[in-house]
């Protein structure tokens, strides 16, 4: 290998050294270079001291490192002590370990030792010279849930212990110590600092009473809720107890029951004076069964007696009175004599009513077969019937009042002059079915409403109105129907002043006619037909009526058949008008026209039609000249054959005048052209700025 200087030599990296690759080495104490193997290299380090080893040497001393880190693998450990005590290592879980029997101890001359969760969620603090503090979420609750104090501990939140065991508790409050204690002799009581004891169990087993004492009061959430005052009242929700029992509390301040039902309750309002009691566990304060009102009245099913005793129930017996024997009697006095009485006779099952003193006078009596009689001892005994009877000397009337206000009457308007029964009322009349479901009204217009309760012509159902005309209402059926039996004749008559001016009937053997006298309309469904129709004699009026006049004409008439004109035979029939237009074809040239566009008209077979064209092109002229395209197809007749018109046309050569005529092709739609006069077909003739003006009339197939 030539000689190279040391800036020529190429670098020799890790990946290419061996350890027989060669060094060269200055001995300065010989002066002179040597040469040395990588191996020679590295035992000369290994044996050497002053240098560590990667595995196995010991170091003594400091090891400095500045900018970089030492990394260790999943359960390679970092280890101090002599015997190997203190650990650090990870083995999914960071651990440091003290598998000695030494203590592992967090020394710190700062402000303490912190156990966090990323950088800023306490778990614990150990503060130095202050508390320790242990959290619960420390970033949702940043306060601590258990903290020692120079005292003691302060607790956030509530203690949760499966048992106590301590003989005293000394608990501040407003500068008082409150003490709960137990006694040699078992007795557990709480004492104030004052010496104001209150037991809650003594050594004979005594519960619940004071040393001196004022009164018992039982809290609940730092409100008072009972007391039991010196002198033995038990006040509920009063502090004030009047009597051996007193409660006060805004609705239902007693209950009685059996088990855990509600039972019987009793309740007293300040705002009404009223006293209300129920059972079964009904609340007596919003539906109380029996009330007793402040001045003494009872009410049973209501709590607004107006009477000494007021019942309401929807039960079939709201009051029933007994006394053993076959007579019963309710008897009402004033001031002590006898004003009214009711009584009841179970041997002739006859009940009266009497009013006056004495004997009174009978007013009003049920019969044994529930008929009332009403001025009159026998009522009226209808077979099957129960029977109302009211005797007067102008008959009788039933009113029915609101307060002193009469709203309607039942009754007669003196009968004894043959006049006939009356209902009356203050507003209007309403009849009902099947409970309470209205059917009928008169309303106090004396309009007749029959299914709704208005006159409004919106709602469903019919108004007779007293003015005499009728109103039907009906949402998606038919509104009326008017049914005649038997013969054949007018079912609806309408008439002006008496005079009859039209009507609607049947005739035909079942068939609609509208109409007046002689003159109307017969509808045929069965046979599709309208005719005019003579309801005088029910029979068809033929040729005798008019469809409009001179000055009073129909508009426009839609026909999807015939008409017949003149006559009624087939020849009379026009069954076809038809205007439009057609496109114009050309044989025997080309042409290049500015219009393609034909009209026509066609009344019947008839078909009328022209076309005309200007400035057309025509090239290629050659054969028989002819027009295509006609509307309809010509009659297969050799007496269909019809000449057309031709005139201003320069299509075949000449002047505009030239004479062309031609004729229609039979059972085709074309057009020959022929010279006038004679026989052999037109030629087209090539040119340009020519003109066509040609119509022409024939008779189609249909």
Same mark, same amino acid.
């Given at each position: 290998?030539?000689?190279?200087?040391?800036?020529?030599?190429?670098?020799?990296?890790?990946?290419?050294?061996?350890?027989?690759?060669?060094?060269?080495?200055?001995?300065?104490?010989?002066?002179?270079?040597?040469?040395?193997?990588?191996?020679?290299?590295?035992?000369?380090?290994?044996?050497?001291?002053?240098?560590?080893?990667?595995?196995?040497?010991?170091?003594?001393?400091?090891?400095?490192?500045?900018?970089?880190?030492?990394?260790?693998?999943?359960?390679?450990?970092?280890?101090?002590?002599?015997?190997?005590?203190?650990?650090?290592?990870?083995?999914?879980?960071?651990?440091?370990?003290?598998?000695?029997?030494?203590?592992?101890?967090?020394?710190?001359?700062?402000?303490?030792?912190?156990?966090?969760?990323?950088?800023?969620?306490?778990?614990?603090?150990?503060?130095?010279?202050?508390?320790?503090?242990?959290?619960?979420?420390?970033?949702?609750?940043?306060?601590?849930?258990?903290?020692?104090?120079?005292?003691?501990?302060?607790?956030?939140?509530?203690?949760?212990?499966?048992?106590?065991?301590?003989?005293?508790?000394?608990?501040?409050?407003?500068?008082?110590?409150?003490?709960?204690?137990?006694?040699?002799?078992?007795?557990?009581?709480?004492?104030?600092?004052?010496?104001?004891?209150?037991?809650?169990?003594?050594?004979?087993?005594?519960?619940?009473?004071?040393?001196?004492?004022?009164?018992?009061?039982?809290?609940?959430?730092?409100?008072?809720? *009972? +007391?039991?005052?010196?002198? =033995? &009242? !038990?006040? %509920? #929700?009063? $502090? @004030? /107890?009047?009597?051996?029992?007193?409660?006060?509390?805004?609705?239902?301040?007693?209950?009685?029951?059996?088990?855990?039902?509600?039972?019987?309750?009793?309740?007293?309002?300040?705002?009404?004076?009223?006293?209300?009691?129920?059972?079964?566990?009904?609340?007596?304060?919003?539906?109380?069964?029996?009330?007793?009102?402040?001045?003494?009245?009872?009410?049973?099913?209501?709590?607004?007696?107006?009477?000494?005793?007021?019942?309401?129930?929807?039960?079939?017996?709201?009051?029933?009175?007994?006394?053993?024997?076959?007579?019963?009697?309710?008897?009402?006095?004033?001031?002590?004599?006898?004003?009214?009485?009711?009584?009841?006779?179970?041997?002739?099952?006859?009940?009266?009513?009497?009013?006056?003193?004495?004997?009174?006078?009978?007013? *009003? +009596?049920?019969?044994?077969? =529930? &008929? !009332?009689? %009403? #001025?009159? $001892? @026998? /009522?009226?005994?209808?077979?099957?019937?129960?029977?109302?009877?009211?005797?007067?000397?102008?008959?009788?009337?039933?009113?029915?009042?609101?307060?002193?206000?009469?709203?309607?009457?039942?009754?007669?308007?003196?009968?004894?002059?043959?006049?006939?029964?009356?209902?009356?009322?203050?507003?209007?009349?309403?009849?009902?079915?099947?409970?309470?479901?209205?059917?009928?009204?008169?309303?106090?217009?004396?309009?007749?409403?029959?299914?709704?309760?208005?006159?409004?012509?919106?709602?469903?159902?019919?108004?007779?109105?007293?003015?005499?005309?009728?109103?039907?209402?009906?949402?998606?059926?038919?509104?009326?129907?008017?049914?005649?039996?038997?013969?054949?004749?007018?079912?609806?008559?309408?008439?002006?002043?008496?005079?009859?001016?039209?009507?609607?009937?049947?005739? =035909?053997?079942?068939?609609?006619?509208?109409?007046?006298?002689?003159?109307?309309?017969?509808?045929?469904?069965?046979?599709?037909?309208?005719?005019?129709?003579?309801?005088?004699?029910?029979?068809?009026?033929?040729?005798?009526?008019?469809?409009?006049?001179?000055?009073?004409?129909?508009?426009?008439?839609?026909?999807?058949?015939?008409?017949?004109?003149?006559?009624?035979?087939?020849?009379?029939?026009?069954?076809?008008?038809?205007?439009?237009?057609?496109?114009?074809?050309?044989?025997?040239?080309?042409?290049?026209?500015?219009?393609?566009?034909?009209?026509?008209?066609?009344?019947?077979?008839?078909?009328?039609?022209?076309?005309?064209?200007?400035?057309?092109?025509?090239?290629?002229?050659?054969?028989?000249?002819?027009?295509?395209?006609?509307?309809?197809?010509?009659?297969?007749?050799?007496?269909?054959?019809?000449?057309?018109?031709?005139?201003?046309?320069?299509?075949?050569?000449?002047?505009?005048?030239?004479?062309?005529?031609?004729?229609?092709?039979?059972?085709?739609?074309?057009?020959?052209?022929?010279?006038?006069?004679?026989?052999?077909?037109?030629?087209?003739?090539?040119?340009?700025?020519?003109?066509?003006?040609?119509?022409?009339?024939?008779?189609?197939?249909?």
């Amino acid at each position: 290998m030539a000689d190279k200087k040391i800036t020529e030599l190429t670098n020799i990296t890790g990946a290419n050294l061996v350890d027989a690759d060669e060094f060269v080495v200055v001995d300065i104490s010989a002066d002179e270079t040597k040469a040395i193997t990588l191996g020679e290299l590295k035992e000369a380090f290994d044996s050497g001291s002053g240098f560590v080893r990667i595995t196995g040497d010991t170091m003594t001393g400091d090891l400095a490192l500045s900018g970089a880190d030492v990394t260790f693998g999943d359960n390679d450990k970092a280890i101090f002590g002599a015997g190997s005590d203190l650990q650090i290592y990870h083995d999914g879980n960071s651990k440091i370990t003290d598998v000695g029997d030494g203590k592992l101890e967090l020394h710190s001359n700062g402000t303490g030792v912190t156990i966090q969760k990323g950088a800023t969620e306490y778990m614990a603090q150990f503060l130095t010279d202050g508390a320790v503090q242990l959290y619960y979420d420390g970033g949702t609750y940043p306060t601590p849930k258990l903290a020692t104090t120079a005292t003691g501990i302060d607790v956030t939140g509530t203690v949760t212990a499966d048992a106590y065991a301590l003989d005293s508790i000394a608990l501040p409050s407003a500068g008082t110590a409150t003490i709960f204690n137990r006694n040699t002799d078992n007795s557990l009581y709480i004492q104030t600092d004052s010496g104001n004891t209150v037991y809650l169990l003594d050594g004979s087993q005594n519960t619940m009473y004071a040393a001196t004492p004022t009164s018992h009061v039982f809290q609940i959430s730092n409100a008072e809720k *009972m +007391r039991i005052d010196a002198s =033995g &009242n !038990v006040g %509920i #929700g009063t $502090s @004030s /107890p009047i009597r051996p029992l007193s409660v006060k509390a805004s609705q239902e301040q007693l209950t009685l029951s059996e088990g855990d039902a509600r039972g019987a309750t009793f309740d007293y309002r300040s705002s009404t004076g009223n006293l209300n009691i129920a059972t079964n566990g009904v609340n007596a304060r919003t539906s109380p069964q029996l009330t007793l009102d402040l001045n003494g009245r009872l009410g049973i099913g209501t709590s607004s007696p107006s009477y000494t005793l007021t019942i309401s129930t929807t039960d079939e017996d709201h009051l029933r009175l007994e006394n053993g024997s076959e007579l019963g009697f309710i008897r009402v006095l004033d001031s002590g004599a006898l004003d009214f009485w009711v009584h009841g006779d179970n041997s002739t099952d006859v009940m009266t009513f009497t009013t006056g003193t004495g004997v009174g006078t009978e007013r *009003m +009596r049920i019969d044994s077969s =529930g &008929n !009332v009689g %009403i #001025g009159t $001892s @026998s /009522p009226v005994n209808n077979s099957n019937r129960t029977t109302l009877g009211l005797q007067g000397v102008w008959g009788g009337q039933l009113d029915i009042m609101v307060g002193s206000t009469v709203h309607a009457q039942f009754g007669t308007d003196n009968f004894s002059s043959g006049q006939s029964a009356r209902i009356q009322s203050q507003d209007g009349i309403v009849f009902k079915t099947n409970g309470n479901n209205e059917r009928m009204r008169i309303d106090s217009s004396g309009n007749l409403l029959v299914g709704k309760t208005t006159t409004s012509s919106a709602i469903a159902g019919t108004t007779l109105w007293a003015g005499g005309y009728l109103n039907s209402t009906v949402s998606s059926d038919y509104v009326g129907r008017f049914n005649r039996l038997s013969t054949d004749g007018e079912i609806v008559q309408f008439q002006k002043d008496g005079s009859t001016v039209g009507s609607i009937g049947v005739g =035909g053997s079942g068939d609609l006619y509208i109409g007046d006298g002689d003159t109307a309309l017969l509808i045929d469904g069965e046979s599709d037909l309208v005719a005019p129709w003579n309801t005088s004699t029910n029979l068809v009026r033929d040729n005798a009526i008019d469809l409009g006049y001179s000055s009073g004409r129909f508009k426009d008439l839609y026909l999807s058949g015939g008409v017949y004109l003149g006559g009624t035979g087939s020849a009379n029939k026009l069954d076809d008008y038809e205007a439009g237009t057609f496109t114009v074809g050309f044989s025997g040239a080309t042409v290049s026209a500015v219009t393609y566009t034909g009209f026509y008209t066609k009344i019947g077979q008839v078909v009328h039609w022209n076309y005309f064209s200007q400035a057309a092109t025509i090239s290629g002229a050659s054969g028989t000249a002819e027009i295509t395209g006609l509307p309809f197809t010509v009659l297969n007749s050799q007496n269909a054959y019809q000449p057309i018109v031709t005139s201003h046309n320069t299509f075949f050569g000449g002047s505009a005048t030239a004479g062309v005529s031609g004729y229609q092709n039979i059972n085709n739609t074309s057009v020959t052209f022929l010279p006038t006069g004679g026989t052999t077909p037109s030629t087209f003739v090539n040119g340009s700025s020519l003109y066509i003006m040609v119509s022409g009339t024939y008779i189609t197939a249909s």
